[in-house]
């Protein structure tokens, strides 16, 4: 029996600890597993005791005396009169009369929290800013550090009232306080709510509205994760140090009009959820929007913005309204996405507006706006279709503001920004972006003809472009296997590290190996392009394609009026008459005076243009006039013009089928007369005889004789009458380009 017994117990040990197994690994299983993102942590119910307590033993936190109320439930409701009361005026006079600052870590705040109230109230006076500093008008409990951040106020209120000066309405002076401070009379005109200590509102949640309106904070803000379930009123707030609402959730609206925000801001992977105004603020420091979502209005308009605005992956559900603002610096909108409209109106922009990747789903608006010399948009990766979005801005202004580094991944967007223009009928800046395109076109012509090409470089090209020995091997063993498909495939090889392949990647291409006559063709394109981009803009600069034709005209007509009446010395002199040649230069420095002009003031490259039209111009005629005069003229009518002109009638004409000499015809010889050389306006009509060859235009049917005429007078003349082909084609294609109503008709789809 005693054994049975004993067999019973430890049976019922065993069996005990065997069903307790399971329990404990699932307590152990809780314990490691996080707590939902919903569970809210406990709360302690603040009394007046406890917040006395808290009053009395601050604690210590980052250097600073902080008064903790962590984890506090705090009721503020009306019903809670008493408490409430008794809670602003014991913070007040604890705040007031000392650094200390408020944590409201997970604390939950039921009822309106009207944070304004918990600073020390405190008049600005316009005199004592610009008075002795000694005397002191605010309150003497401040240091002098604290005097020294509140009278920062008054530079940035004259900041702002020298922006709006210039035409752009800030509505920061018309705060209370800069009127105060910018005022001249000693009686104070507005008071505002100093709050010393620094404010922590990490994961707190609010209930009821917030109000700090009329505030300045001479210490941080930090409400990282602030949950605000009512409307918040920040209006006119000052921020003297660093402020971080990253990752709060504003679910009513939120008011920060009219703020200073004196030190960096952080908004990064904020939700408002209803309306966000920050009309007419100041950051004088970047302000961070990273990441932060606006679902309803997002209003910026007149905002000042002093360092770098990040509004990088944004996503504005609603309208944003950036109007009238002044971007001092780099404004990034990253992979920002805009589904509704956008205006950036009489906007200023001083930097880089970064829009690559950005998405525009509906409207953008530059009306108005000013860019800098520095300042562009830079639209690599956009995303935008023009059949269902917009982007407005001053016709021709807006398009030369697009700045985009390739055109290797581009092409599409600036398709689709041309298109966009040309349904807007802005030609000149649809044009402007074709010739971006074809310009960047260019700089990939020029790195293929220039660039090694690691599929085919030998290893001592290779070595010669920069690598060592042991990487050009690498190079050379890797291509064996297989064929590089882009030069970033070069990282994949050990011994190249990053800093070699950025230092060379500019020089390298990957592609198909050039035959001669391959690579002859490219060069051809290149050529052909760049003499296009050159003298004409590629179609899209009339003035330019002008002042070419009339730098081109007044030089073949002194050429012309050179050889006709300038023959010889000896034995008998035929030379112009003194008022003639006076005439002839004077009129050729007037011409070629404001050609030039034309050419300077609509060039991109003005002396690469006029280096390249020169080599067009010069080199072959001026071979052919010392030929020449080198081997004199010894024919028949020497005292007779060499050009003819109709003498049947006298009147403006479209000559596009004339050759610049007659037929050997009887008949017209007798109707083409020689030009009268002792008339005093003969010289005219060598320039008449150059537009003809030139433009297919004149006044007169000017043509070379057929008897007796030197063959090198001959070959100037087609000389230029080839190059007139190739010159109306050029006039026409700009034309059909610059001509709204032409234009669309050819160009769109």
């Known amino acids: 029996m005693h054994n049975l017994s004993f067999k019973r117990k430890v049976h019922r040990r065993v069996s005990l600890r065997t069903s307790a197994l399971p329990l404990a690994f699932l307590c152990v299983l809780l314990l490691l597993l996080p707590l939902p993102a919903s569970a809210q942590p406990e709360r302690t119910p603040l009394t007046l005791e406890l917040l006395q307590e808290r009053l009395r033993t601050p604690i210590l936190r980052e250097g600073n005396l902080t008064v903790d109320l962590q984890k506090m439930a705090i009721d503020l409701r009306p019903e809670n009169t008493n408490f409430r009361d008794a809670f602003y005026q014991l913070l007040r006079k604890e705040l007031g009369t000392k650094p200390l600052g408020l944590d409201l870590s997970y604390a939950l705040i039921l009822g309106d929290f009207v944070g304004s109230d918990l600073g020390l109230r405190t008049p600005l006076y316009g005199k004592a800013m610009s008075g002795d500093k000694a005397r002191g008008v605010y309150a003497p409990i401040f240091t002098a550090t604290e005097q020294e951040k509140l009278e920062s106020l008054r530079f940035v209120c004259r900041e702002s009232l020298a ?76 921020f003297a140090r660093p402020v971080n609402f990253t990752s709060a959730n504003f679910q009513q609206s939120s008011n920060f009009q009219g703020s200073i925000f004196f030190e960096k801001a952080n908004f990064k992977k904020i939700k408002f959820q209803e309306l966000a105004d920050f009309q007419g603020s100041f950051f004088e420091n970047s302000a961070n929007f990273n990441q932060t979502t606006f679902k309803q209005l997002a209003k910026f308009s007149s905002v000042q913005w002093q360092g770098n605005a990040d509004f990088s992956e944004a996503f504005f559900a609603n309208q944003a309204q950036f109007t009238k603002a002044n971007f001092n610096q780099l404004l990034l909108l990253i992979e920002a996405t805009f589904d509704q409209a956008v205006s950036f109106r009489e906007t200023e922009f001083n930097q880089l507006v970064n829009l690559q990747s950005a998405n525009i789903l509906n409207q953008a608006d530059f009306s108005d706006a000013r860019f800098s010399k520095e300042a562009c948009l830079s639209v690599s990766g956009l995303t935008f279709n023009s059949n269902q979005a917009k982007i407005l801005g001053n016709p021709g202004e807006i398009g030369k503001m697009f700045c985009i580094p390739t055109l290797q991944g581009n092409q599409n ?25 074809q310009r960047l076109r260019l700089i990939e012509f020029g790195h293929r003809l220039t660039a090694t090409n690691i599929n085919s470089a030998s290893v001592a090209s290779l070595i010669n472009l920069g690598f060592s020995a042991t990487q050009a091997e690498a190079i050379a063993q890797r291509r064996l296997v297989k064929s590089f498909r882009n030069s970033s495939e070069l990282l994949t090889i050990a011994d190249i590290d990053l800093e070699k392949y950025t230092q060379l990647s500019d020089r390298l291409i990957v592609g198909e190996t050039l035959s001669i006559g391959g690579w002859l063709l ?228």
């Open 163 to 238: 922006m709006s000066t210039t035409g752009y309405a800030y509505a920061l002076p018309n705060s209370k306080d800069c009127r105060s401070l910018l005022g001249t009379e000693s009686t104070p005109a507005s008071e505002i709510a100093v709050f010393r200590g620094v404010l922590t509102l990490v994961q707190t949640r609010f209930n009821g509205e917030v109000k700090f309106s009329n505030t300045f904070f001479l210490q941080s803000v930090d409400a990282q994760g602030a949950t605000f379930l009512q409307p918040t009123n920040w209006t006119e707030t000052r």
């Open 413 to 437: 967007i600036l398709r689709n920004l041309g298109q966009n223009f040309r349904q807007q009928q802005q030609i000149a800046d649809a044009n402007e972006l074709e010739y971006t395109k």
């Open 522 to 749: 490219q060069a051809w394109g290149w050529l052909a392009l760049s003499i296009l981009l050159l003298l004409s803009g590629y179609g899209t600069n009339f003035w330019l394609v002008f002042g070419v034709g009339g730098l081109a005209i007044a030089y073949f007509g002194l050429l012309f009026w050179l050889v006709d009446r300038y023959r010889r010395l000896h034995p008998v002199p035929i030379i112009p008459t003194s008022y003639e040649t006076i005439s002839i230069l004077v009129s050729f420095s007037v011409l070629e005076f404001f050609s030039l002009l034309a050419i300077f003031r609509n060039a991109e490259q003005p002396w690469v243009t006029l280096g390249c039209l020169l080599i067009i111009l010069v080199p072959v005629p001026m071979a052919l006039l010392i030929r020449l005069y080198q081997q004199g003229r010894y024919h028949d009518l020497m005292d007779v013009s060499y050009f003819t002109e109709d003498g049947t009638f006298r009147q403006l004409r479209l000559l596009i089928g004339r050759l610049p000499v007659i037929p050997r015809n009887e008949t017209f010889r007798e109707r083409y007369m020689p030009l009268l050389c002792d008339r005093r306006w003969n010289w005219l009509n060598y320039y008449d005889f150059s537009l003809n060859n030139l433009v297919k235009l004149g006044f007169n049917d000017i043509r070379l004789r057929d008897e007796h005429l030197p063959g090198i007078i001959s070959a100037l003349a087609w000389y230029q009458w080839s190059l007139g082909l190739i010159y109306i084609t050029l006039v026409l294609w700009t034309l059909s380009r610059t001509i709204p109503g032409l234009n669309l008709l050819i160009y769109l789809k």
